[in-house]
Structures are given as C-alpha cells and as structure tokens.
C-alpha cells in the first residue's frame, strides 16, 4: 500500500484493491447524528445553529475526488471557484446534484428524494463505481441498496460499533495505551459515581456524548456546583422517561501543550499505515486548524505510530477498514495521550491529503485552517481572490495558500438576512476553509498574516467572530 | 416574574459562562452571531438559569428555534415558568 503516486489513488486501492476505481463521494459530515440515535447524550437543543455551515462543507470533498469520480452535492459548486478548483491542477470531479436543497437529513436523505439522479447513480452503478461515503449509516446503505452502488466502506453497523467514544476508550484500555483518568458511563447512577470520583481530585473534569461530533456535545465541569447542575437536569429527564440510560465518557481535563491528531488506514487485508500527525492550532482557546509537522520529539512520534498499528489492528479485528482520525494530546507533562476519541471515518485532515501530496515539499510546512469572516451581503468568489490578490494564485515551489472550501464563506447568509432589517445592519458569520504551504513554520506563521490581513478587508465593520 | 428581570437574569448566566462581564442585552441581541455561543455554552447557561432563577428546563423539549436571541430565549424561559406552575 502506497500514497507514493496518489494519496486518492491509494486510498482507493486499500478500500477496493484498485486504484482506478471510481467512486461516488458523499461528504456527509455529522453522519454521527445517524449513529447517535440509538444513544442517550448530554442535554441538546434540536437544530444546529451552524447547520448551514456544516451542510456546505461537503464541499470539501471536490479536492479529494479525483477528476474521474463523482461528487454528490445538495447545491452546484460556485462556477468561480470550480475554475479555480482547475486551475490549481487538482481539477474537479462531475458534479451529482439533488432535486433540491438538503434539509435536516443531509445530503443523503435529499439523494433519496431525487428519482433522476438515483437513476444516473445506476447508471454510474453499472459501469462498477463505489458508492464512498464519509461514514455509512442506514441512509448511505439505502442510496446503494436502490442504485446498485457497491460501498467502498464497511457496514453501516460497524460503523456505529467503533465509532463511539466508549468504544475508543475501551479500546484505549484493553491494548494498554495511556489513558486519561475517566470514566464510560452506561446510566445515570454511573455518570454520577463518575463525577464523584473524578471532581475528589480537584481538577475539571469533561463530560463527551458518546457520539458527539468534534466540539459540540460535550461539557467541562470545573466545580462540583456545575456537576450537580448536570446531575439535577440528566436525572430529571431520567426520571420523566422512566429510563436511566447515558452514553457519555467522563475524563479528567488534563493541563496540555497542544492537541493532536493522526491519520491511519487500515486496508482490506488489515495492514496498517500511518498516513500523518497533525497539530492542533488554537487562537484564545478557539480550535482554528491544524498544523504540519506537529512538534513532536521523535520517540513521541514512535509512541503514536505504535497506537496506531495497535489501534488498527483492533479495529480490523472488529470488523473495520478505511481511514481513521484519532484525536490525542500532547500533556504539560510532555506525556503522548495517544487516544482522546477514535474517529474511525473521514477527517477533516483527510480532505488535505490530496493537496499536501500536490503543494508540500519534503521538510516543508503546512497549516490547515479556515479564516472567519464578518460579512452583511454574500461575497463573490471573485471578491475573495480579488482580496487576496497574488495570494491567490495556486503555491508554487512549496510556497503559498490553496482555498479548500468556499461555499462556507456565504453558507449562513439566508437565515442571518432573513428577517427584518435591524440597526447595526444584520450581519453573518462566513468562513474560508485553505490550506498554507512554506518552507517552515516561520514562512507559515508570515504568509497566515498576510492572508488575514488581505482578507480582513472583506469584514464588515465590528468585532470578527 | 417580567421580562426585564429575566433579561437580567440572563445577563447574569452569560456572564458566568462567556467568563466576561455581559451587561446591557437588548432582545435583539443573537446568542450564536453576535455572543458567539455554541450548543456547549447553550447547555451551560441554561443550567446555570435554573440556579439563578426558579425555573425548571425540560431537557426533552429544547429546541435552537428558542436561543435565537436574547428576546426568543426570554419567552422560552418565560413559558417554562408557566408549565412549571412557578
């Protein structure tokens, strides 16, 4: 197995065994929500108040297809930035776009709402393409079941199996892996002893949803007032249902120097490959990216390669192959936490292989990260390059920036713009997913302040997000 | 209890949550745009509400049509006070 000449390329081979297979991509980022059904969490509001950003972030799979696949989408991509797409080189995949606009089931659920375009998907089926999904669930099987795409993935129910964070820490466990101090809990009553435990050694615990997607449905308790605060509201609709059931995993919330995240996949045979370490990048707290090479010492990168064969040699065990995200974390200890939570699907990361393999050089840096942006009107493809300026023009010699997704910059303005005009003019948040090439995380940290700084001049005025 | 108190109110759990002081909310004010809440910071301030004010959440019935602003929040919270006999 080999990226050598094509990370997408290579990624097919491990799925199918062959590397000019054609696949249908279907981006469906919080594919949790489906495995998460089943699974009692931490109080939620239904709805998302991101949903729209979310949806439009399926984009991100027009640079991971190769020009030869197909790319599912609830909306065509913008005409400026597919000529972009192919003026960097990466080119763009057909385009397969539902009868209308996603709702809350996702772009899968609008695919199955589209009688024309299930019937080009047999078509497309039977020419030999996989039907590739960011993560299966019933839905994803229900589009190949009518269409005859073959899935390029495992079952839908060894998906919700591996993927939830009592499953990574038991995992964690059993192969011996350091884990943080924590607790999974199946009940309230559990929950309870939990946090019992961990808030008797003085220091904030955090609370995760078995099957929460990265960042939401999780909670940090730094005192036992706000512990109780969640016990009170958990055993108050325990109480209203007549059921104590609660899928959540309790961990100390341990000092660090940074998050990590890693890539492998596991092929069809069960051979293991460590694709890359990747470091978080916050700003006051707020997760904007990630950066490459993670500052790691080489016996620490030794310690995450071991997890890794570890790690995919249990889940081809249980059934699993494909590509796995692992979240981890570096400790103000200098201690590797090798296993925060298994995310055993397409990553975030995993969009960027395909241009890391196109714009990095050997013992170059790359940063991965979206730019928000404060906008009153929707913006033009064309005013973002204009901002940029020669910033966008695709890298050259190992130097420069790449947009990764547009469609996130404007995806919020519908509902923002909606209602009735208020003073200050109503406003919405938009982002710009890119990714940064240089020489070194000098020539990084230089060319994302020029970046920010051209594309500040698209907000509106106020305080940017 | 009125509205303004419950603004108040409001203030005060923003306050605890965004760990900056938060003061002079107007109903038009959004949770999300312009505070920069999440559904993590959702969950928070509403448990801290129910501390600060004798009001009961239903954990089942919570919908993000209701943290819109500052001014859907309040009549959330106003009518979980009605259905919690207070």
Redesign the interface.
């Known amino acids: 197995m080999s990226f050598d000449d094509g990370y997408t390329a290579g990624l097919k081979a491990a799925l199918t065994g062959d590397r000019d297979a054609r696949f249908v991509w279907l981006c469906n980022f919080e594919v949790e929500n489906q495995w998460a059904r089943s699974y009692t969490g931490?109080?939620?509001?239904?709805?998302?108040?991101?949903a729209a950003t979310v949806q439009r972030m399926e984009e991100l799979g027009a640079l991971l297809a190769e020009p030869t696949d197909y790319l599912l989408l609830d909306r065509p991509l913008d005409e400026g930035y597919r000529g972009y797409a192919e003026k960097t080189g990466l080119g763009a995949p057909t385009e397969l776009v539902t009868a209308a606009p996603a709702a809350a089931g996702g772009t899968g659920a609008a695919v199955l709402d589209s009688p024309e375009l299930l019937e080009r998907l047999r078509r497309i089926a039977r020419d030999g393409a996989y039907l590739m999904p960011m993560g299966n669930s019933a839905q994803e099987e229900r589009i190949g079941a009518l269409t005859g795409l073959r899935p390029a993935v495992p079952d839908a129910a060894t998906y919700e199996r591996v993927n939830s964070k009592i499953y990574s820490r038991r995992v964690a466990e059993e192969l011996g892996l350091r884990t943080i101090p924590g607790h999974c809990c199946e009940t309230v009553g559990q929950l309870r002893h939990a946090l019992d435990e961990q808030l008797g050694e003085d220091r904030p615990v955090i609370v995760k949803d078995a099957y929460g997607v990265s960042?939401?449905?999780?909670?940090v308790l730094d005192s036992r007032?706000?512990a109780d605060?969640?016990l009170?509201?958990?055993e108050?609709?325990a109480a209203?249902?007549g059921d104590d059931a609660l899928h959540v995993v309790v961990e100390a919330f341990l000092p660090k120097r940074f998050d990590l995240n890693y890539q492998f996949t596991v092929d069809r045979r069960g051979r293991v490959r460590l694709d890359f370490v990747k470091q978080a990048l916050t700003a006051g707290g707020v997760h904007l990216g990630h950066v490459m090479p993670a500052d790691l010492t080489p016996a620490q990168q030794d310690e995450l390669a071991t997890a890794a064969v570890a790690l995919g040699g249990r889940l081809y065990a249980d059934g699993f192959f494909g590509v796995v995200g692992v979240d981890a974390l570096l400790g103000a200890d200098d201690l590797v936490y090798p296993v925060l939570e298994i995310n055993a699907r397409l990553n975030m990361s995993s969009y960027q292989g395909r241009i890391t393999e196109r714009f990095g050089r050997p013992g170059g840096a790359a940063l991965a990260r979206h730019y928000p942006l404060r906008l009153a009107a929707p913006l033009p493809f064309e005013a973002v390059t204009d901002a940029l300026g020669a910033l966008a023009e695709p890298p050259h010699d190992g130097e420069g920036l790449v947009i990764t997704c547009f469609g996130t910059v404007n995806a919020?303005a519908g509902d923002?713009l909606a209602g009735p005009p208020?003073t200050p003019a109503p406003?919405?948040?938009g982002r710009l997913y890119t990714m940064l090439f240089a020489g070194d995380r000098e020539g990084l940290d230089a060319l994302d302040r020029r970046v920010e700084a051209a594309l500040d001049r698209l907000n509106t005025a106020g305080r940017t997000? | 209890m009125e509205r303004h108190d419950v603004v108040a109110a409001v203030e005060k759990a923003l306050s605890e949550v965004l760990e900056q002081p938060v003061t002079g909310l107007t109903e038009?004010v959004r949770l999300?745009?312009d505070l920069?809440?999440?559904?993590?910071s959702?969950?928070?301030m509403?448990?801290?509400l129910?501390?600060a004010i004798d009001v009961?959440?239903d954990?089942?019935n919570?919908?993000?049509?209701?943290?819109k602003s500052v001014g859907t929040l309040t009549d959330y919270v106003l009518s979980q006070q009605t259905t919690s006999g207070v």
């Open positions: 931490l109080p939620a509001a239904r709805g998302s108040a991101t960042g939401k449905g999780l909670l007032r706000k605060r969640l009170r509201m958990v108050r609709r209203n249902r919020q923002a208020t406003h919405f948040n997000p | 038009e999300f745009e920069h809440l999440d559904s993590t959702v969950l928070e509403l448990m801290a129910e501390d009961s959440v954990p089942e919570l919908d993000m049509d209701d943290f």
